[in-house]
């Protein structure tokens, strides 16, 4: 009864945020109402008693990466208004509602789940993290580090990015620049 | 009662709202959190099979899921600094010196 009632609480309100993200005109109030649902995600995930995952939600994305967004954002002139030209609006809605569509057929449709065996089942009486620690560092541990070394990657290349002098990059110049350069 | 079909219904949901957004969005910023909120439907849709299977392979996926959508803003966040920099705008439109 309460999972049904917090289910449909936590659907509603992640439905209305992330419209009002994909919707709205205004950066900041578009970054505000990603963060508000992903803490609503982190909702479903205490729901389906992944304890871990759900931290790891709360602290991820709207810790670090709603974070990195609102520091980014310093760099862009976000007050003004996003203007956008969209071509065909109707299409954009026929086509996501299509897909939409199919999806949900494709989810609702009687899976054939039966021989489904559980690869890493959860034993009970064991607390979620705990589990995860478990199967996270014997049977996934060598995508674990690969998933280390890609996130140095991510942060050698945030840094060299935003550092200083890469907007003047020479191999990507483009002739009126080029010009302007040599009139100043 | 809440089944799967429950949550993969509401991932489905969320990813075509990820999907109208990746579609009408004409600022590079915007569309990154579209496909954010792409993430995020998977995530959900991973953690359900988990739960509903008895499997904790699902949660692992969403972990590194998790680990990827991080990277990506890192790198994303970036190459848009370094964008707004030299051209003074994040349209999309503006990216078109192949004319392709």
Do not use: C
Not at chain 1, 61 to 75: D, E, I, K, Q, S
């Amino acid at each position: 009864m309460f999972e049904a009632i917090a289910f449909y609480t936590f659907s509603a309100i992640t439905i209305v945020m992330f419209w009002i993200t994909v919707t709205s005109k205004n950066a900041l109030y578009a970054m505000s109402a990603l963060a508000a649902g992903m803490i609503m995600i982190s909702g479903f995930f205490f729901l389906l008693d992944a304890d871990f995952l759900g931290v790891v939600q709360i602290i991820v994305y709207t810790g670090a990466v709603m974070a990195l967004y609102a520091f980014g954002m310093m760099f862009f002139d976000t007050t003004r208004d996003v203007k956008e030209r969209v071509r065909a609006p109707k299409l954009v809605f026929l086509l996501s509602g299509m897909t939409a569509l199919v999806l949900v057929i494709a989810l609702v449709a009687p899976i054939l789940g039966d021989h489904i065996e559980a690869l890493y089942p959860m034993k009970e009486g064991i607390e979620n993290p705990q589990a995860v620690g478990v199967v996270l560092f014997t049977k996934y541990l060598v995508p674990f580090e690969v998933a280390a070394v890609m996130l140095l990657v991510a942060m050698i290349a945030g840094i060299v990015l935003a550092g200083k002098k890469m907007d003047e990059s020479l191999t990507l110049k483009v002739e009126d620049e080029f010009t302007q350069k040599g009139a100043q | 009662m809440i089944t799967l079909s429950h949550y993969l219904v509401l991932s489905a949901v969320l990813f075509a709202i990820g999907l109208v957004g990746v579609y009408r969005r004409k600022n590079l910023l915007m569309l990154l959190f579209s496909t954010e909120i792409l993430l995020n439907a998977a995530n959900v849709g991973f953690a359900a099979i988990s739960k509903f299977y008895g499997d904790l392979t699902g949660q692992m996926f969403a972990f590194f899921i998790v680990a990827v959508a991080a990277s990506e803003v890192a790198v994303g966040l970036g190459l848009m600094i370094v964008w707004y920099k030299r051209r003074g705008t994040l349209d999309i439109d503006s990216m078109q010196s192949m004319h392709g």
